[in-house]
């Protein structure tokens, strides 16, 4: 009888400690490191993931019970993404069982699934012809079925056919409105057996040829060794998908596999096309909208090596793709790589170590680079200076708001008569208008005229913003709804007055001033249900908007030739919150939301609106250029002023409970200890600051406070967040590299 094997197991819940279980000799083959096991917990059956075997028997006395199950033939994580979740347990300072929750994905965490091939599915596929192709008659069939309308463009949308359960499920459309249209003749329902995979009819080729500049940067690369990362820096309109294709092609073509990272927002059934013209069937798309199943098929999917190619957002990054080979990470200035809970990990920095633990290259892309990325000297930038077909970057005008004369029917809407003037000239011209105004609802706040004061979120103490349609006061952090006001809560005043502009305001302005323009806006608001925003972009691909207006969602990635006008209604919305990022977050937003114009053959102008011109984010922006933007802040970064990221690392301790009085109190304690831990095991290495209250000091019902950690030293930093982690407190979360201080 030989003795009993025992293995190290590690739970989806924020404990760092292994558990430890005996292996039975019939799953000895399976229980490797990696792989999935179920373990029996207190009177559950949870799924757990192997970290080591062998470990020393446990003490004699405690109950040591065996693994129950090891369902998977092959380890569910390679030995690479192991040590990749070992290092943003260590990096960030998170329990390994959140690091590796984060790395697989929620289906395969749950032992109900059987891992069995997909079964058939209903699909839906829409039919042409009977009238719905020409704009005209497609308004008449459907005038008085708008939700069959909605079912019709979203397949279109999709390619033409689509699984029923993912238009029901995901994209919450109404299974009688899909009746309708069956019965109308215009879409027929089958039966199909497939992998479930709602992209699977996405395809656009690319165009045929290089340019000579795009050509030079792939050639660029591939002389480039393989361990050390690139960025290409191109600017708006230069063309770097086609870049990131053609590099990941030749990786496929050798037979290795790859991932392109986008931003939530930019992974669009366009971008999607673009990726599948090059790699067809290639390619698994990691969509946050997919199903339980769906998302368990991709994953199955790459993992057993019959898709080679992983598109998605953040998470995507940690996808099973087989020989690895090349990681893009398009868009990487965006903060939305950020997670904004345990595993606080940042996309681009997961991507660079998966890069280096799997020989794997990575290649970075942005128009308006990080800081971080520029100041990083490991790697090599390679620059598309020019937009592809020799087309110019637009002309920005500078608009000073303090003193520019403005439209009279405008009253308080900073509405500039350049702008004005621009916005008629293109619409007499049937070109289209863009406008950003980065805050949603009608205005901004209400103000008591008479005392001053504004009606702020209970939960949250920020000022609630005014919506209209539904007319309610809402903050913009918790949900939290009250009815706007007749009278001053403080004061009584009769009449309260709305205050600053947003995006709903603005949509009445415009339709006021250009009662002909077919308008669309684009915010949270109007997006909430699943693509939403793909049906807004597709009307505007089309032609039938002439100005589209929204908040940031609409400063990146579009590519309409027929924008010829770009306006930034008011571009200091965020150029002064307490976040040392404002000057950087202004100046890519502005020269982003810029590179939308101009893409076609008629050139276009930018007017960028703003009380401070001299700012050098808006000056930066207004030359499309990074290098300048980076002359101008890096020393503001940087000694004698207080220095911060990329100057040095920075942590951020958050401290949030129910009671003021304890938030502060416990704040004083993390920051005594990060002193005491700087001064006796630390060489005096961490500058420490605070406690301080967060500029967000009440946020959903919490009061906040929060200690900032400096070092220009990562492996201090390293030592600081992991002594934490040992400590661990459920009051206080550990943000490494945070892209906010709010
Ligand atoms: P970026 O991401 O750099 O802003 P895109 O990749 O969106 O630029 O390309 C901008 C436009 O130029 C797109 O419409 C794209 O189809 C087109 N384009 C890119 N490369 C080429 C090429 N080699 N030949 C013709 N058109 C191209
Ligand atoms: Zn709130």
Not at 162 to 191: C, F, M, N, W, Y
Not at 384 to 407: K, N, Q, T
Not at 579 to 597: K, S
Request: charged share 20%; proline share 9%.
């Amino acid at each position: 009888m030989t003795a009993p094997r025992y293995a190290a197991v590690v739970l989806p819940v924020p404990v760092s400690r292994p558990y430890i279980y005996e292996v039975p000799a019939a799953l000895t083959d399976r229980v490797v490191p990696g792989a999935r096991v179920v373990v029996p917990l207190r009177r559950r059956s949870v799924v757990a993931i192997v970290t080591g075997l062998d470990v020393a028997a446990p003490p004699a006395g405690v109950g040591i019970k065996p693994l129950a199950a090891a369902p998977d033939a092959e380890p569910a994580l390679s030995p690479s993404l192991l040590e990749l979740g070992r290092w943003i347990s260590d990096y960030y300072g998170a329990p390994l069982g959140l690091a590796l929750r984060a790395i697989l994905p929620g289906p395969l965490w749950s032992i109900a699934r059987p891992a069995g091939p997909a079964p058939a599915a209903e699909r839906l596929f829409v039919l042409t012809g009977n009238g719905v192709d020409s704009l005209l008659e497609r308004d008449r069939r459907f005038k008085r079925a708008p939700k069959r309308r909605e079912v019709y463009e979203a397949v279109e949308a999709l390619g033409g056919s689509a699984p029923v359960s993912h238009l029901v499920r995901q994209l919450k459309l109404s299974q009688s409105a899909l009746d309708g249209l069956v019965q109308q003749g215009l879409a027929r329902i089958e039966r199909v057996p497939e992998m479930r995979d709602p992209f699977a009819d996405l395809s656009s080729p690319p165009p045929p040829t290089l340019t000579a500049a795009q050509q030079a940067v792939v050639q660029g690369i591939a002389a480039t060794p393989v361990d050390t990362p690139v960025l290409i820096h191109g600017v708006t309109g230069s063309g770097k998908t086609l870049v990131y294709l053609d590099v990941l092609r030749t990786v496929v073509a050798a037979g290795k596999g790859a991932i392109l990272l986008v931003p939530e927002i930019s992974l669009t059934p366009q971008t999607v096309a673009r990726v599948r013209g090059v790699f067809g069937d290639q390619v698994a798309v990691l969509h946050s909208g997919l199903s339980d199943g769906e998302r368990a098929d991709a994953w199955r999917a790459l993992r057993r090596g019959e898709r080679m190619v992983a598109v998605g957002p953040r998470s995507a990054i940690f996808a099973p793709v087989q020989r690895l080979g090349a990681i893009v990470v398009d868009e990487e200035h965006e903060p939305s790589y950020k997670q904004g809970s345990a595993p606080r990990y940042h996309a681009r920095d997961v991507a660079l170590m998966r890069g280096q633990l799997e020989n794997a290259r990575v290649i970075l892309g942005s128009a308006t680079p990080s800081l971080e990325t520029l100041s990083d000297q490991r790697i090599v930038t390679f620059a598309l200076p020019e937009r592809v077909g020799s087309r110019p970057l637009p002309p920005v005008e500078i608009v000073d708001l303090r003193e520019a004369p403005r439209i009279a029917e405008a009253g308080a809407i900073p509405w500039s008569e350049p702008l004005d003037a621009a916005v008629l000239g293109a619409l007499e011209r049937g070109e289209q208008v863009i406008l950003l105004l980065n805050r949603r609802g009608f205005a901004t706040f209400v103000q008591c005229p008479a005392c001053g004061n504004v009606p702020n979120c209970p939960n949250c103490a920020i000022a609630l913003t005014v919506h209209q349609a539904p007319p309610a006061m809402r903050c913009h952090y918790c949900g939290h709804e009250e009815t706007i006001p007749d009278t001053c809560a403080v004061c009584g005043a009769a009449t309260q007055r709305l205050r600053g502009l947003g995006t709903q305001q603005l949509e009445h302005f415009l339709g006021m001033r250009y009662p002909r323009a077919r308008i669309a806006r684009m915010d949270l608001d109007t997006t909430t249900s699943k693509w939403a925003h793909h049906h807004i972009l597709e009307r505007v691909g089309r032609g039938e908007v002439d100005i589209l207006l929204g908040t940031q969602m609409i400063a990146k990635g579009l590519d309409f030739p027929n924008v010829t006008v770009v306006g930034v209604v008011d571009a200091d919305t965020g150029l002064h919150f307490p976040d040392f990022r404002a000057g950087e977050r202004t100046f890519q937003l502005v020269a982003q939301v810029a590179g939308r114009a101009g893409r076609g053959r008629q050139g276009g102008r930018v007017f960028v609106q703003t009380r401070a011109p001299a700012h050098h984010a808006i000056r930066a922006a207004a030359a499309h250029s990074v290098s300048q933007f980076a002359a101008a802040e890096l020393p503001l970064r940087s000694p004698p002023n207080p220095p911060y990221p990329p100057r040095t690392g920075l942590v951020r301790f958050v401290i949030a409970t129910d009671d003021h009085a304890r938030t502060a109190d416990l704040g004083e304690k993390v920051a005594g200890w990060l002193r005491r831990a700087s001064r006796e095991r630390l060489d005096d290495q961490l500058t420490v600051l605070g406690p301080a209250p967060c500029p967000l000091m009440r946020l959903k019902g919490k009061w906040r406070w929060h200690v900032l950690v400096k070092s220009a030293e990562p492996r201090v930093l390293g030592r600081v967040v992991r002594a934490w982690r040992a400590k661990s407190h459920r009051a206080v979360t550990v943000d490494r590299d945070p892209v906010s201080l709010l």
